[in-house]
């Protein structure tokens, strides 16, 4: 049996290594100018848009709600077809989670489904940019603003990307990044949020460090002493460290590398399976310049489960995502039932993640493609 061929893996290169190791030589190892150069670096590629970093991806949606001012008694319009965390992290600011069904072809929040979902309580609309592809960005804001709520962007397959011209984090209220190793870009674990809003910024900030207020201009006891800070809303430990925003740092001076190659080998896959009939290949819409996270395959006539279970025997580690967020038992015991997106579900049943990561060769892209097509006989 050939190597097991991983669905995605991290890129690490001898100048990632020496970025690391020169911080553990250094007098830093948590918050020190790494960080800050790391949120630097990152905003180079957001429009400008200054970034706050965190621990994970699901540290960032956790950190953008609380920006938000999330609270009980407040709804979140959100995509089903994510990862759990994008809904969870609404879930736990004591938040409603309304989810909205999907586009059937980019499996990205359908614009006319999120503006019937929302009501006056609607304090955020979620969307996430599905495998990579930008959402519709441009009409969620206006709905959004439209009803007073704020847009944030789960942009954790599309760091990188753009839409209509501008750069994924430019565009909504609140942007949200994934650094996981599989990811476009990687810190190990870690995250982002980026925000153009000054209020929105500081809010992040404080969340991210316990709610520490430590500006004697803004403490309600200035005159306590030099050592002095206070809490005035509580926050949570969700610092990056020094020694992973360097990893970061390093590599971002090879996102563009990345998504070139991510590029080539979504382009090779659609090339190779357009003529078999049992499956359709992703979408792309005009103005959208996405970073392909992920290869979505969408298998047809109930046949998914029997692909998948062909390809991980042929040693091709092929991945589903994601099921409907509230299929989860956790939102099933809130209340939330099946059937409540059928374009998500839908999309659910047919969809199966291709091995896609930087380093994969042609010939991987190849054996991964004859699999297929021996499948499809």
């Known amino acids: 049996?050939?190597?097991?061929?991983?669905?995605?893996?991290?890129?690490?290169?001898?100048?990632?290594?020496?970025?690391?190791?020169?911080?553990?030589?250094?007098?830093w190892l948590t918050t020190g100018p790494a960080v800050q150069q790391f949120?630097?670096?990152?905003?180079?590629?957001?429009?400008?848009?200054?970034a706050v970093a965190v621990t994970s991806g699901t540290a960032a949606l956790h950190v953008a709600y609380a920006a938000a001012g999330l609270k009980?008694?407040?709804?979140?319009?959100?995509?089903?077809?994510?990862?759990?965390a994008t809904a969870a992290t609404a879930a736990l600011h004591g938040a409603k989670v309304v989810f909205a069904d999907v586009e059937p072809d980019t499996g990205n929040l359908d614009v006319e489904a999120a503006k019937a979902a929302m009501t006056d309580r609607t304090k955020v609309v979620a969307a996430v940019d599905y495998a990579g592809h930008?959402?519709?960005?441009?009409?969620?804001?206006?709905?959004a603003h439209h009803a007073g709520a704020l847009l944030l962007e789960d942009a954790a397959?599309?760091?990188?990307?753009?839409?209509?011209g501008r750069p994924v984090g430019s565009i909504a209220d609140l942007t949200t990044f994934?650094?996981?190793?599989?990811?476009?870009?990687?810190t190990a674990e870690g995250g982002a949020v980026v925000t153009p809003d000054a209020g929105l910024l500081d809010r992040a900030r404080k969340f991210r460090n316990h709610g520490l207020v430590r500006d004697r201009a803004e403490q309600r006891y200035p005159d306590e002493g030099g050592w002095h800070q206070e809490v005035h809303e509580f926050g949570l430990?969700?610092?990056?460290?020094d020694v992973l925003c360097a990893l970061g740092s390093s590599q971002l001076k090879r996102l563009t590398e990345f998504k070139k190659r991510r590029a080539e080998i979504h382009a090779r896959y659609s090339?190779?399976?357009?003529?078999?009939?049992?499956?359709?290949?992703?979408?792309?819409r005009p103005g959208a310049d996405p970073v392909w996270h992920l290869y979505p395959l969408r298998v047809l006539e109930g046949r998914r489960k029997a692909l998948f279970e062909h390809l991980r025997g042929a040693g091709i580690g092929v991945q589903v995502n994601y099921i409907p967020v509230y299929w989860h038992p956790v939102f099933e015991d809130l209340g939330y039932r099946r059937g409540l997106c059928p374009n998500a579900e839908a999309y659910y049943e047919q969809e199966l993640s291709l091995p896609l990561f930087p380093s994969l060769t042609d010939a991987d892209v190849d054996r991964v493609v004859d699999a297929v097509r021996t499948f499809f006989g």
């Open 271 to 284: 090339a190779a399976l357009a003529d078999v009939d049992g499956v359709a290949t992703p979408p792309s």
């Open 72 to 84: 009980a008694g407040d709804e979140v319009v959100a995509s089903p077809m994510t990862f759990v």
């Open 157 to 164: 397959h599309s760091v990188g990307g753009s839409w209509q």
């Open 178 to 186: 994934s650094f996981f190793p599989t990811k476009n870009l990687t």
């Open 134 to 143: 930008p959402a519709e960005l441009d009409a969620l804001a206006t709905i």
């Open 39 to 50: 949120e630097n670096d990152l905003a180079a590629h957001t429009g400008g848009a200054p």
């Open 237 to 241: 430990n969700y610092r990056l460290p």
């Open 1 to 27: 049996m050939p190597d097991f061929l991983p669905y995605g893996r991290q890129s690490i290169s001898e100048e990632d290594i020496q970025a690391v190791v020169d911080v553990l030589r250094g007098d």
